[in-house]
C-alpha cells in the first residue's frame, strides 16, 4: 500500500489502530511543515496543545456553519432566516441563533419575528433546534 508521501507501507501498518495511525500522520505533518510539502489532510491531523492537553481542530469553519443552519432552519420551518443574531463554538459543536418572519403584516413593524438556537456537530450535521423567543419588529430590547 502506498502513502501519500509515495513511500510503501508495509501490511503491519494497515492493521495499526486509528489512533495509532493518527500519531503517525502528525509526524507525516510535521515533516512536510519542514519541507514545506503540504499534504490535504495535514490540517486534520494537526493537533494543538492547551493546558497539556491535546484536541482536534475545528473541522467546520463560522461562515459555514451559518450557511448550514440557515438551510436547517428553513427545511424545518418553511421559513428563510432574515438575520444571523449569533453564533458560538464550544467542543466541536455549533450554536447558530438565527431571526425569521414568522408572521408578515402590513406595517411591518407588527410583524411577527421568532428567534431559534440551531445545534450543529463538527460536520455540520444537525443535533437540535428550538425557538427560544418571539416579538413584534417593533419591540425594543430591554437588556
Excluded: F
Excluded at 428553513?74 to 453564533?87: C, N, R, S, Y
Amino acid at each position: 500500500m502506498r502513502h501519500l508521501s509515495g513511500k510503501e507501507q508495509s501490511p503491519q501498518r494497515e492493521r495499526e489502530r486509528p489512533d495509532q495511525r493518527a500519531s503517525h500522520g502528525n509526524e507525516v505533518a510535521r515533516d512536510n511543515r519542514a519541507t514545506g510539502v503540504r499534504d490535504e489532510c495535514d490540517d486534520e491531523l494537526l493537533t494543538e496543545k492547551q493546558d497539556g492537553r491535546s484536541r482536534s481542530r475545528a473541522r467546520l469553519a463560522g461562515s459555514k456553519a451559518i450557511a448550514l443552519a440557515r438551510q436547517h432552519l428553513q427545511d424545518l420551518t418553511g421559513h428563510v432566516p432574515e438575520a444571523v443574531i449569533g453564533l458560538h463554538s464550544q467542543n466541536g459543536r455549533w450554536k447558530v441563533m438565527l431571526d425569521v418572519v414568522e408572521l408578515e403584516r402590513i406595517p411591518r413593524t407588527t410583524e411577527v419575528i421568532a428567534s431559534y438556537e440551531i445545534e450543529l456537530d463538527e460536520r455540520g450535521e444537525l443535533l437540535g433546534y428550538q425557538r427560544v423567543g418571539r416579538y413584534y419588529r417593533s419591540q425594543v430590547d430591554q437588556g
